[in-house]
């Protein structure tokens, strides 16, 4: 059985009301870290999933209409926190993309060598977005390289794997090492990943929940932010079978982009360059 080392990362930060996060909860500020995962595998080497912020959110939104965008997130990025100063990307095979929300794909012209993976629907949402308005979707098309989408392969092109809590995976290199698990509802097409480690399993979970209360006290999000939700019983659903895993699986870690608990396994950056 192929195991993977995962080291939990975070390139750069945004802003959110407390309450907009947890109905019900303070209004001050919280700070929220874009976290991804290095995986390293021992025969296909290292695999991103997902890569946080890159400076480019701030070029891409300097001007109005798309400038509306980064006063709502109030991103904050430092040059050693980007994903190709962290991990070395002539060693990054793999890039997998969670969702293609900025705070998710903002490092993917930093890895141009690796095979990139995305579900159907988030290569049609490139398709179907004009630049004009894909902000506000959370897309900024100027993350992604000219003939991306042509060259990005999809989870549905890999074998399936049921699993029981979770239904129907893709198993990404055919060992049952990275199981990608669908997780619409926050974004059209998001998925998640159920990683095997030395240490157990980890799951990936991108924006299926923002703060882990949501799985383990029940707590949901404020309905003012819901309106940039996908779609809210998708997002239900999701989050249900989240529950159910972690009612049968309470140790397996659940690591959330944003969620300040899974924030605590974020290593120390030791630049790679
Ligand atoms: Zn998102």
Not at 37 to 65: C, M, N, Q, V
Not at 89 to 98: A, D, E, G, L, Y
Not at 168 to 175: C, I, Q, S, V
Not at 246 to 269: D, N
Request: proline share 7%; net charge negative; aromatic share 8%.
């Amino acid at each position: 059985m192929t195991n993977v080392s995962i080291r939990i990362r975070s390139s750069g930060h945004c802003f959110a009301s407390g309450h907009h996060v947890i109905q019900g909860a303070a209004r001050t500020p919280v700070r929220f870290e874009a976290i991804w995962a290095e995986l390293i595998h021992p025969e296909h080497g290292t695999i991103l999933f997902d890569s946080g912020y890159t400076s480019r959110f701030l070029d891409a939104t300097k001007h109005f209409p798309k400038r509306i965008y980064a006063l709502l997130t109030k991103v904050s990025i430092r040059p050693e926190e980007e994903a190709h100063r962290q991990v070395d990307p002539s060693v990054v095979t793999h890039f997998i993309c969670s969702h293609i929300h900025a705070d998710h794909v903002g490092g993917l012209r930093d890895f141009p060598d690796a095979t990139c993976w995305a579900s159907e629907e988030c290569l049609e949402q490139v398709d179907e977005l004009p630049d004009w308005r894909s902000w506000t979707r959370g897309v900024l098309k100027e993350l992604f390289t000219d003939g991306w989408r042509q060259s990005c392969k999809t989870f549905e092109s890999r074998p399936t794997i049921d699993h029981p809590e979770l239904g129907k995976g893709r198993d990404l290199l055919g060992d049952g090492s990275i199981v990608l698990i669908p997780l619409p509802g926050h974004a059209k097409g998001q998925y998640g990943a159920l990683v095997r480690t030395d240490q157990g399993p980890v799951f990936l979970v991108a924006d299926a929940f923002w703060d882990i209360r949501a799985v383990t006290e029940g707590k949901v999000p404020n309905p003012i932010v819901r309106v940039f939700f996908d779609d809210m019983d998708a997002y239900a659903q999701s989050l249900q079978r989240i529950r159910n895993f972690h009612a049968k699986h309470p140790k397996v870690p659940l690591i959330a982009t944003h969620c300040p608990e899974a924030a605590k396994l974020i290593v120390p950056i030791h630049s790679a360059i």
